[in-house]
């Protein structure tokens, strides 16, 4: 079986996130969505699982996080271009999202910051891997 992952995310509006998760290029899979939850495909690996807070404390007994307040997780996702990047954060924007920080250009590497509508961070990126520093230090 391939590997996969399944991001749950608290979220305070389902409907509304969905929305935004699909201005940002996710799919919504009707199988495992409802009014309560919303599976949202990226890609044939990755999919974020949007969960009304009431379903998503059934899975755990701690209290659920304002991530507008309190960060506990940052999300990197992959691009193929510069471009890419540019037109991913545009749309989180116009989606109802919030720029944490502009373009960061490292020469190898360029980035962006975004939030989706409940706080959780975003951060696309390209990278050509062939011209990172050979050292982590220098990289920093």
């Not at 939850?37 to 009431?54: N, P």
């Not at 193929?80 to 037109?87: G, K, Q, S």
Request: aromatic share 12%; hydrophobic share 45%.
């Amino acid at each position: 079986m391939t590997k996969r992952i399944f991001i749950n995310l608290p979220v305070a509006d389902v409907a509304a996130s969905t929305a935004f998760y699909e201005a940002i290029g996710c799919t919504r899979d009707e199988q495992f969505s409802n009014e309560s939850g919303a599976a949202m495909v990226w890609s044939d690996t990755i999919s974020f699982m949007l969960l009304s807070h009431e379903l998503y404390g059934r899975f755990t007994s701690k209290p659920i996080a304002d991530a507008r307040a309190n960060s506990a997780a940052l999300f990197a996702l992959a691009f193929d271009t510069r471009d890419d990047v540019d037109a991913f954060a545009a749309a989180a924007v116009a989606a109802g999202g919030r720029e944490l920080h502009g373009a960061e250009d490292e020469g190898f590497m360029y980035s962006r910051g975004v939030e989706d509508p409940d706080g959780n961070g975003f951060g696309p990126f390209w990278m050509d891997a062939s011209a990172a520093p050979a050292d982590a230090e220098a990289a920093a």
